[in-house]
């Protein structure tokens, strides 16, 4: 499976949209890209997952590039509770397995 | 709602004591994980399972086994606790194979081995 890069950090203010990215510069055609997150003393969430198009659901929208080596993950509107943990993750196409780095801890101040 | 539930949020055992960790999900899924997580580390993966008795190593088996009697069960044994088996454990369940994937984790168990 692909490795991701994600910074460790990064702030935003509430209201504004967060843009996360995510470097995933050795992914394979067949590859999707997961995004999940970690609300402080609970289990990983799922958000949303993408493989070449750009997809929106309620909780964020996913902007692959156009040769896949990257993505961002966009909260339009964040707010307190969005702060979290969130991680990348490129899901191989023959695996139930997912692997989590250390992904990028996102502090939403008032 | 998919629910997976662990049987303790909080843990306290002793050096050497054999600990078990239980793991039910309510979906029917045929896969479950057992993770560990440790600050700086990030989630890693322990064992899983894709059918009642099948389990597969992942990246950090040692000093853990398994047990998959029944579907919706899922148990992480450590036969003989050490200190350094302390963390927060985390258990999740998905279906098989589909393209929409989704892994749903439990609330975690937090370890801690005197």
């Known amino acids: 499976d692909a490795k991701t890069t994600q910074p460790p950090s990064m702030d935003c203010a509430e209201g504004r949209a967060a843009n996360l990215p995510c470097n995933h510069s050795?992914?394979?055609?067949?590859?999707?890209v997961y995004w999940y997150r970690q609300i402080h003393s609970q289990g990983p969430q799922y958000i949303i997952h993408?493989?070449?198009n750009n997809e929106t659901n309620e909780m964020a929208s996913l902007i692959i590039t156009e040769d896949r080596k990257s993505s961002t993950l966009i909260l339009p509107h964040a707010t307190l509770r969005d702060t979290a943990v969130y991680y990348c993750?490129?899901?191989?196409?023959?695996?139930?397995?997912?692997?989590f780095g250390t992904g990028t801890r996102l502090q939403v101040f008032p | 709602d998919v629910k997976v539930t662990q049987s303790s949020r909080y843990l306290v055992k002793r050096t050497g004591e054999k600990v078990f960790l239980e793991c039910v999900q309510d979906?029917?899924?045929?896969?479950m994980f057992w993770y560990r997580q440790d600050p700086g580390l990030g989630l890693r993966l322990i064992y899983f399972?894709?059918?009642?008795?099948?389990?597969e190593k992942g990246d950090i088996p040692e000093g853990y086994s398994v047990s998959r009697e029944k579907k919706e069960r899922f148990s992480l044994i450590l036969e003989s606790a050490s200190t350094n088996q302390t963390s927060m454990y985390l258990c999740?369940?998905?279906?098989?194979?589909?393209?929409?994937?989704?892994?749903?984790f439990g609330p975690g168990t937090r370890l801690t081995v005197t």
């Open positions: 979906m029917d899924h045929e896969n």
């Open positions: 050795t992914i394979s055609g067949n590859e999707y």
């Open positions: 399972s894709y059918d009642v008795k099948m389990k």
């Open positions: 999740a369940s998905s279906s098989a194979g589909t393209s929409h994937y989704e892994q749903y």
């Open positions: 993408g493989l070449k």
């Open positions: 993750i490129v899901r191989g196409y023959n695996t139930d397995k997912l692997i």
